[in-house]
């Protein structure tokens, strides 16, 4: 399903001779409206939302790497806009899913609270700096907290089941508790099925009483340790809580990594 998304990704970027075949179903200047298929909860505060796409072999059609804007009313009946980014790829046909968690004060976070099966989504998109290219670098390490996970699963899917990648990845995944870490028996079937090429490591503020992962916060050792060495070819890519950004940002220069070397999702 390659050939389905670089042609995607040319088509929004409007390069001259490229058939718009496979374009997507997202339009990047209004809002288009998905059904609600299946909703699984997954965990008190966390659920899964699966919507369908016009036909079976639709394809949403967003470009590795980058998100959509979901739009939806909170509780006081007022719009909200904020961005997500699928679990799934172009090679999921047919339909697209979100892993939400749901913060008490956050406003998108009402919206789907009381979303029900039938209802629909506004969706606009794609957004987003990031541009994917296979093996465009040796090694991405990747530092993720909380629901920064998804455009990290997102990238690693997305190399791992690709046979011409030969990407390495290298994931530092932080949470406060291990009740709060979102896709990880996702995260482990990538571990499990790509142990060469795929590394994770846990990091959790509060950890259960027998646990084999990091305590605490993500610190520099952890980044030594777990992520690829500063290199030309290679990428860290972080993506969380604005406080873990600002950190993991002055920890990745006060071990070289120049800014060409980081990309902040």
């Known amino acids: 399903m390659l050939h389905i998304r670089v042609s995607v990704d040319m088509c929004l970027q409007n390069v001259p001779n490229t058939p718009c075949v496979f374009l997507g179903c997202l339009d990047p200047e209004k809002f288009k409206d998905f059904k609600l298929v299946k909703r699984t909860q997954l965990s008190h505060n966390v659920a899964k939302f699966k919507f369908a796409l016009p036909t079976p072999t639709s394809v949403l059609g967003l470009p590795i ?31 697209f899913e979100l892993v939400i968690k749901m913060y008490p004060q956050g406003r998108m976070s009402q919206h789907f609270q009381v979303m ?86 846990y990091v959790l503020n509060q950890p259960p009483e027998i646990w084999q992962g990091g305590v605490g916060f993500i610190s520099k050792e952890i980044i030594q340790t777990y992520c690829p060495a500063p290199a030309p070819d290679i990428k860290i890519l972080r ?14 220069e006060s071990l070289g990594y120049s800014p060409e070397m980081q990309f902040q999702f």
């Open 65 to 95: 790497g980058q998100h959509i804007s979901c739009r939806g009313k909170d509780s006081l009946n007022e719009d909200v806009v904020k961005p997500y980014t699928p679990t799934t790829l172009d090679s999921d046909v047919g339909y």
């Open 116 to 201: 029900r099966e039938g209802d629909y989504l506004a969706v606009k998109g794609p957004k987003g700096r990031f541009k994917y290219q296979p093996n465009q670098v040796r090694a991405f390490g990747m530092l993720a907290g909380g629901t920064g996970i998804t455009p990290m699963f997102q990238v690693a899917r997305a190399i791992l089941e690709n046979p011409s990648d030969r990407t390495n990845v290298h994931l530092i995944y932080a949470n406060v508790t291990y009740e709060d870490i979102l896709l990880k028996e996702e995260l482990d079937n990538l571990s499990s099925n790509f142990p060469n090429r795929f590394n994770i490591y």
């Open 239 to 252: 993506c969380g809580p604005p406080p873990m950004n600002k950190a993991m940002a002055a920890n990745l």
